[in-house]
């Protein structure tokens, strides 16, 4: 029996860890032959899990990942720009370096692959992008004005997205996930009391698996969700910031 994304060729940036390694695994178990694209090699290994290095801030390596993928598969069907980075600061403490980091990696970068590999899915005629937003991006948050813009900025690219490459019947969509707080390594840092107090601000009492980011961006990556574009899933458990 196929899985869900039989056949499928993806590619997930920022794919070695966190919400998106588990992509990259539930993606290749469902099975799409799929690319992590990161910086740095996966922290896993997983059948049908190709690593390619990938700096999303380098347009020239975005260009020739993408040509890569298409010369090896022949086509790319699935997107997910995940890749990201924090620098937090109130905004009266955050340095001109601070803002231009988190901007060049999850904002520019999501920019710097979509706009190769979405005209190769419409000359296919098939697609689906995922951009990683956040639950910051849809409220704000105290600390986080650079990464509260990008991962906003990336909510109004997937709206953009979702019209252009769909222009002249293509049958491409695009839409984005706002995560809440998820325990990946970004918030192993955190301080305990901190954890609790944003699991307390959920209508479900708790933080969010990595896995069930993968299982919303498995839902936009399937045909099942072949009539759903431009749309924000907000998967944080009921949080409101």
Request: overall charge neutral.
């Amino acid at each position: 029996m196929g899985g869900r994304l039989e056949g499928k060729v993806a590619l997930v940036t920022g794919g070695s860890a966190g919400i998106g390694a588990e992509c990259c695994k539930l993606f290749a178990k469902e099975g799409a032959k799929v690319i992590a694209g990161d910086m740095n090699p996966p922290n896993f290994e997983a059948e049908n899990v190709e690593y390619m290095q990938l700096n999303v801030t380098d347009v020239a390596n975005c260009e020739e990942v993408v040509k890569s993928i298409v010369a090896k598969y022949g086509k790319l069907d699935i997107l997910v720009n995940n890749a990201g980075i924090t620098r937090d600061a109130l905004v009266q403490k955050m340095t001109d370096d601070m803002w231009d980091a988190v901007v060049a990696v999850n904002l520019k970068g999501v920019f710097n692959v979509t706009r190769f590999a979405g005209p190769v899915m419409m000359e296919n005629n098939y697609g689906s992008i995922i951009n990683i937003s956040s639950v910051v991006g849809e409220y704000g948050n105290i600390g986080q004005t650079n990464y509260a813009a990008t991962k906003a900025g990336v909510i109004g690219m997937a709206k953009t997205w979702a019209k252009e490459f769909a222009r002249k019947g293509a049958n491409v969509r695009c839409n984005a996930i706002a995560p809440g707080y998820v325990m990946t390594d970004i918030l192993k840092t955190v301080p305990q009391e901190l954890l609790d107090k944003f699991a307390s601000m959920t209508m479900l009492g708790r933080l969010g698996q990595p896995e069930e980011i993968a299982n919303a961006a498995l839902f936009l990556a399937s045909n099942e969700a072949s009539y759903v574009t431009g749309h924000v899933l907000s998967v944080n458990g009921g949080m409101r910031l």
